[in-house]
């Protein structure tokens, strides 16, 4: 889709998680004339930007403004890479969810569709709740979904409009899975539980998890998709390229891991033995935890996405020995 390296990017949520991952990969692309919008804060996701080659910075706030006023101050977008939201699955400020991952991501979508600029956006796995009516990114009855948290249903909320006006017809959703690796640090409880897992490991040489709390899955059994950062990028690039893409689409490894599994990888990338304690889940969370998650990424591999996927082990190695011990961002590896 992109006509050329010089083409202009809008990446909002640059300095976050997997959006500066993004721009780590448009940069290894050859991609650097990139407009990233985010809200900084007081957190360190600053540091995630030190590495990466991009043209301007600009507030979240003040992008929505000059999109609401039909400014052409950010230039000729052609790609808008929409991955700004706040993502806490505990955030309890409803109107705030709704401000900043319905109507923001819905102004943005009609702003770039206006401007024939291809939109690329962030929904979220979260939508699908419990899974008992499936994972399936091929559903056509989305109504049929239950997500078990607010975040989760107002990114639901988002892909239910967009399919009701018929605006999903011409952009893209991505529904990620358990994505962890590099530059994720900054998300303090929203972080992976490699990440967590590393610090508990150096500090105390073993790992807590959850007890199970249903008879059909043993302790530690829980699964989840777990999906590298950087194949969720590539993935993301893949469609945002592919000129027929359009709808909803599953972001994820395809395969389910248990979190004995993971845990086990992260003592194997440091060398160690496993250790593994058990704790009981808090009250507040057990109606509201997924005991399995497995993306179907049939439609992913339809649209042309014919990349092989790193296997857990590797992921985590790599991300423990290359970004982990050494307190890496992406893009310093080139430093």
């Known amino acids: 889709m992109l006509k050329s390296s010089d083409c202009r990017i809008l990446v909002t949520g640059g300095a976050g998680f997997i959006g500066s991952a993004l721009v780590w990969e448009l940069n290894r692309r050859g991609f650097e004339n990139i407009i990233i919008s985010d809200r900084l804060g007081t ?28 400014s052409d101050s950010l230039g000729n977008v052609e790609l808008v890479l929409h991955l700004g939201a706040c993502s806490a699955t505990t955030e309890r400020d409803s109107d705030f969810l709704m401000r900043n991952n319905v109507d923001y991501t819905r102004t943005l979508a009609q702003w770039a569709v206006a401007r024939s600029a291809r939109f690329v956006y962030a929904s979220s796995a979260a939508t699908y709740g419990d899974g008992s009516h499936g994972m399936d990114d091929r559903m056509t009855d989305l109504h049929k979904l239950r997500p078990l948290n607010m975040y989760g249903y107002s990114k639901h909320l988002f892909d239910l409009q967009a399919q009701r006006s018929g605006l999903l017809r011409r952009i893209v959703g991505l529904k990620y899975f358990n994505v962890f ?3 994720e640090d900054h998300k303090a409880d929203m972080r992976s539980v490699v990440h967590k897992a590393y610090g508990q490991i150096l500090a105390t040489n073993k790992v807590q998890l959850f007890r199970s709390h249903r008879p059909d899955f043993k302790d530690g059994e829980q699964m989840r998709d777990f999906l590298y950062v950087k194949d969720a990028v590539r993935m993301t690039l893949h469609l945002a390229h592919a000129p027929m893409a359009a709808g909803l689409y599953n972001l994820g490894s395809g395969e389910a891991n248990s979190w004995v599994q993971l845990t086990t990888a992260i003592f194997a990338a440091l060398g160690r033995e496993p250790n593994i304690e058990f704790v009981d889940m808090p009250e507040t969370l057990r109606a509201k935890y997924q005991y399995y998650t497995c993306a179907d990424i049939t439609r992913l591999r339809q649209s042309g996405y014919q990349d092989a996927l790193t296997p857990l082990t590797e992921s985590v190695r790599d991300y423990v020995q290359g970004y982990l011990m050494g307190d890496k961002r992406l893009g310093d590896e080139a430093a």
Do not use: H, T
């Open 43 to 70: 957190d360190e996701k600053w540091r995630n930007l030190v590495p990466l080659k991009f043209a301007d910075y600009i507030d979240a706030d003040e992008v929505l403004k000059r999109v609401q006023e039909k």
């Open 181 to 183: 690796g590099p530059n």
